[in-house]
Nanobody, 126 residues
Framework: QVQLVESGGGLVQAGGSLRLSCAASGRTISSTAMGWFRQAPGKEREFVAA????????DYADSVKGRFTISRDNAKNTVYLQMNSLAPEDTAVYYC???????????????????WGQGTQVTVSS
């Protein structure tokens, strides 16, 4: 069983940047596809970004494409989400998760993921 711990959230002004980290323990995630999701108050959890197990494929929600970058450091067993040009609508709790469904086709569905972390709050002020 893998445990995930997110960190790096905080309060930032619009236009600023943050880098979220998702540190895994219990087993290696180097051969596992990973995803980032977010959930704002009163809204459903939504897909943000996904990274294939080999790192050769990525996917981003339209709302973050060109601003966010997902990456991994296998030596540190950690996945990152670099967030640039942040806007107030990016305010949410951000979660990372292990993709448990082997199909890359459904990479945007929360149901395809497991071992969710506890989340890290990102607040963007205008």
């Amino acid at each position: 069983q893998v445990q995930l711990v997110e960190s790096g959230g905080g309060l930032v002004q619009a236009g600023g940047s943050l880098r979220l980290s998702c540190a895994a323990s219990g087993r290696t995630i180097s051969s596992t596809a990973m995803g980032w999701f977010r959930q704002a108050p009163g809204k459903e959890r939504e897909f943000v970004a996904a990274l294939s197990w080999g790192g050769g494929s990525t996917d981003y929600a339209d709302s973050v494409k060109g601003r966010f970058t997902i990456s991994r450091d296998n030596a540190k067993n950690t996945v990152y989400l670099q967030m640039n040009s942040l806007a107030p609508e990016d305010t949410a709790v951000y979660y990372c998760a292990v993709k448990v469904d082997p199909s890359w086709i459904i990479r945007r569905l929360p149901s395809g993921y497991g071992s969710w972390g506890q989340g890290t709050q990102v607040t963007v002020s205008s």
